[in-house]
């Protein structure tokens, strides 16, 4: 009789902590991060988030020739920062222990994160 059961192992081999998805397919958030080479990291460590409650982020595809500045709205917290940009759908965004939050992604390429005073 076959097993019920289905096993994946999976070794992350970075630096860093990353985050994947398993399942895929196009209303994956992380779709555009799957195989991507380049990393983009933001370190957060001197943001007064009881200040702001927005920020800007420029992205643009890949083949696009100038950025976009995208404003999105945080919930005064770093956790807050994080589901804001995951909520502009541009790429998955995550964090680690520290202050610093990632992105991969060679679909889009991200520049400054900005916080409005």
């Excluded at 990393?39 to 976009?68: C, H, M």
């Amino acid at each position: 009789m076959p097993t019920k059961e289905i096993n994946i192992s999976v070794t992350n081999t970075q630096a860093y902590t990353t985050q994947i998805s398993i399942f895929g397919g196009p209303q994956d958030p992380n779709k555009n991060s799957v195989n991507a080479l380049t990393l983009y990291t933001w370190d957060t460590g001197l943001v007064n988030f009881s200040a702001n409650y927005s920020f800007t982020i420029q992205s643009k595809r890949s083949f696009e020739p100038t950025f976009t500045t995208i404003t999105g709205t945080m919930k005064n917290s770093f956790l807050g920062l994080v589901y804001g940009l995951n909520q502009l759908n541009i790429g998955m965004f995550w964090y680690d222990a520290s202050s610093t939050i990632y992105a991969s992604s060679d679909a889009f390429v991200f520049g400054n994160l900005v916080f409005p005073v």
